[in-house]
């Protein structure tokens, strides 16, 4: 079997070179085309890219020419788009109308009602409000949307706790500067410092995980009627965001139910290649999980959990730009190709 | 007037250090002997200290001989206490016993029924402890303690908004690792990384401050009634630690209200030194407040509140080690002295 | 007496803030005026500078109404100015012409031939440039520039070794990110890493030295003639450039000489409100000095010196921000006002 | 063929894990023996690990049985060694005597006339030593060491510029944390600040320096004639010391032919498992190397150049605790694999 032709839209920032090392060997998936801005556009991507991450440039990609934003110099069915959200807003629905499967990390479309924000681990059934998506909007294509990262790392641990009748949840989050793009947080704001505030992260976390969460009646989606609310802070950490969260259930589980709850969780989907063996990891040690040490764990698509306590509270974290970023698109891809959908 | 002479115990260590700081050109107070173990004791001060903070060691304690923690090797009418709590708790008694005013940052004698855990801005009825005291335990002395850094900082905060029915209180902590002393968190511990555990720490804060709110019916102080769930964080900074607060509330007052309440609060003790001008300083920037622009307001003794919202969640700020440390002890004995106690 | 009046130029950015730090409460200086760019200007200085120092902004300059950088709005004797070079290029002329003393802290005048590059403690014969300046721009004021920061801590040291004669220096420095101003580093490019590049530095150091030490013969500067070998280096430091220095002599120096020389460098300028007690500070301890302790000795003009061994090698340190830019503009104004040239 | 057996001695410290990484799937070693101190021996190493890294312990060692450092106890042909030196001092002869092949990283024996100081890259001839030793002390086994970590990135550097005549050497280091071991730098000590102080490494530097570039006549190392001279620095960094060198040769090369030289460097060891493709990497871009961006290049065996100026004055860069210790090891003992020495 051939592989699958992706392409990647904004494949020169942080977001996009991850999309690159979650692509590089993947087993159904290779990538075709690199887009960027006009001015990276007709040069070989190793010479435009800025490459980041601590290891050489996959050659797989090094020499592939640099593209614009255009589904028309794109040769592929699905376009991951690590667009910011204006460009997202209207590329996006420019490549769904040519054809294009576009699995979207941008927040622009996430809140549609006939858009999946989707985590395979924790809602496949609205993968369904594709079907209806392409009727509505008479496109040949579609577009899928992972959520917020933190959004992703509470939800992935939220999902097994469902049983115990969630009411409310607090959740103060430790973000890393990764999640604010490469140039998105100066040095001097941040060293020997914290800063208690994100731009509409606080938003995203609180609407989107009952849009995550929500019941899927064939037609659309009903928000699941729990109550987040959340405090964000960035901290001075490179990759990982860690989340201190309360939850607060009808059953009232004990620490020990809750752990082994985690412990269970087995959404089913080992055979999808970027699906870790253990979506959730539970760490039994009283000093983690800590960014440094676990946000790698599972090549970066597991969440970690520890320090679950009376409350119900415990701490999460998992990798920012991987699990809540490039790998929640690419995963999302895996599971549409596994369910017929490509 | 001449000045009351004061004695630090532990001088050399971080809190030591800040003792100092805080001491030096007091108006009422000056620093008559230093103590600290066997090792250093015989030597002065400058040469055993080795000094951290980035000021010159003041000229005026460079040149003290240093002595063992000896109540009959110090001549003066108060000790402030940096001891590990291990040492405290012979150490302390020892020194009430022989008249001495102990002003403890340690965590020894903290719950003990009938030692004041002390914050001037919340709770001076309390120092009324102090008799009962002295005549329970037959001491000349006695022992003032102030809470645990982390706790001071929420009390001050929550003080204010007593009036609005406090129901339960949950708190993340990301807390400075100059908490831990010196020696206490390893740089590959604490670098690109967070650790999400502080021993013992959530314990105090949830106990200590039910004792700090508690009501003194002039014989014993009755807990405090609300709830407390903390969960607490190391984070790479070197000053200031940073909470987030939900608070929940009777009459639940709006963001508004409460930021009313934090700027009317004026517990009249501006005549104390150490006082700062505003004990609760608001800023409404979104951002704020930050560690290290915001941890040296009122020389390290206000406590910077922020981001006031819905739920009502907040995040408050203060220096670890001074206003959750040394300043705190320094002002108890202001207050004390003001009451007559000294 | 009345204070001079002075302006500060770039009134708004990391170097203007210091500007405004080491000019309160100054016994000659009053600042009369705070020019920043047409987006600021007509606003109260609270309300624009987005102040970052970890104080509150000086109630004298605080509801200052901020002005554009225009010789006719401002009212003043002398600016201060903290420009960008590429602005200070027309920007300064313009106010020397219109009679104000100019100083200036941009490296774009620094090479002129009748500018001096002045360091009150290592070449205060080099003023008189600025009676040739002056009569051939015909300009009723004057400009008088301070070297690059890391070119000032390296000349402070160097001074007291002329002695020996000097033949060659290789410099390695590691500088703080507030050098780059507040939004010339990113976390991402800076935080557990260590950039070995910063534009134009080695090359300033390089130059400028042999200007700060050339002989100046009443009419002209001529070059020195030892060599000056730099690798400059940005590290995860917030204030502080800390200079690994090898100086090869004439004389060959044992570093007990070296070690006197320094100690006894006493520049005459005790008499200058902003001069420090020493100048030259030497740290015995063998492993000092180090940027987070000794940066701000000496209110910041002081520089630190320490690991004196053979070769000659040591290690130097001064706050860049203090004294290598602002502190350093105000002290030679003082020299200036002390000389009669204001 | 069936692989060798080795084991690791201090295997549960920073460089003993580092070992266990470089070792996990080895084509020609299996690991069959780990030994650390009293308090471990006896269980599973995953219990006592304290395991550091980044990903998990591998499966291969988590249930290994700890033993003590005794040659009775394991069941080997080769020990690497991460013993502290003290301890390393009597145990490292200890396995000799017993027939092992000791690979060390301590620094206990490395200037032993008849041990070599080994980079298969550098002087492979000094190999020779090992029959000279065996014949001197009656061993069975041997003893070889790899250079300090900071010595080896440098050396592997200068083996190139040999051919121009290396006369004297300036190195100015900038040294990541984990290079003290785990527990050796406290954070208080390093955040936001530079030690510009090693124990003992200038020291090292230069001595091994000169030994590994000795000259080999059959019977013993003849010291290299060039001066080293080096001021070591602790910097804020994970992993990878950051060297500044100025190196002066005879034949006075062009930057551009120093750059050629490297590029042209080809230890011909290709065949040996652990050796880089590029065991140095030419950086051509003006900011590079950076330790978060090069230190695992070549799986941390390559050291990364750049930044080559007239002078000659270049960077470099390696990871300290692959490149400049595990690795180091591992690659020596691979090279007396293929020579025939076990």
């Not at 060997?25 to 690199?34: D, G, K, M, T, V």
């Not at 706790?161 to 998105?184: C, D, H, P, R, V």
């Not at 040690?285 to 320090?307: F, I, N, T």
Request: negative net charge; proline residues 6%.
């Amino acid at each position: 079997m051939s592989k699958i032709k992706v392409g990647v839209l904004g494949a020169t920032g942080n977001v996009g070179q991850r999309f690159i090392q979650s692509l590089e060997n993947h087993p159904w998936f290779e990538i075709s085309a690199l887009a960027a801005s006009e001015r990276s556009a007709g040069k070989p991507y190793a010479e435009v890219a800025d490459w980041k991450l601590g290891m050489e440039i996959p050659e797989s990609v090094a020499d592939i020419e640099v593209v614009t934003t255009d589904p028309k110099k794109i040769d592929a069915d699905v376009v991951f788009s690590a667009l910011p959200s204006d460009l997202a807003l209207t590329a996006e629905p420019a490549f769904a109308r040519e054809g294009f499967v576009v699995a979207s990390n941008a927040s622009a479309f996430r809140m549609e009602k006939d858009i999946p924000l989707s985590i395979p681990e924790v809602n496949p059934e609205h993968l369904g409000l594709i079907d209806i998506q392409k009727k509505n909007r008479k496109w040949d294509g579609c577009i899928i949307t992972n959520p917020n990262c933190s959004a992703i790392m509470m939800a992935v641990t939220l999902k097994p706790l469902l049983q115990f009748g969630l009411e409310s949840i607090n959740i103060a989050t430790m973000q890393a500067i990764s999640g604010a793009g490469y140039s998105g947080v100066y040095a001097m704001s941040i060293y020997d410092n914290i800063v208690p505030y994100i731009s509409e992260e606080e938003e995203k976390i609180q609407t989107e995980t009952l849009k995550i969460f929500g019941d899927f009646d064939g037609s659309e989606i009903k928000d699941a009627n729990f109550k987040v609310s959340a405090s964000c802070h960035r901290v001075p950490v490179i990759d990982g965001h860690t989340e201190a969260i309360w939850a607060t259930m009808k059953s009232n589980p004990t620490p020990e139910e809750v752990r082994e709850a985690f412990l269970k969780f087995d959404p089913g989907l080992s055979h999808l290649p970027t699906e870790p063996k253990h979506p959730i990891i539970v760490r039994d040690e009283q000093d983690r999980p800590q960014p440094r040490l676990d946000r790698d764990m599972g090549k970066g698509m597991s969440v970690s959990v520890g320090r679950i306590r009376e409350g119900i509270r415990y701490v999460a974290l998992g990798h920012n730009t991987v699990r809540g970023a490039a790998g929640a698109s690419v995963l999302n891809v895996e599971l549409l190709k596994e369910k017929g959908y490509l």
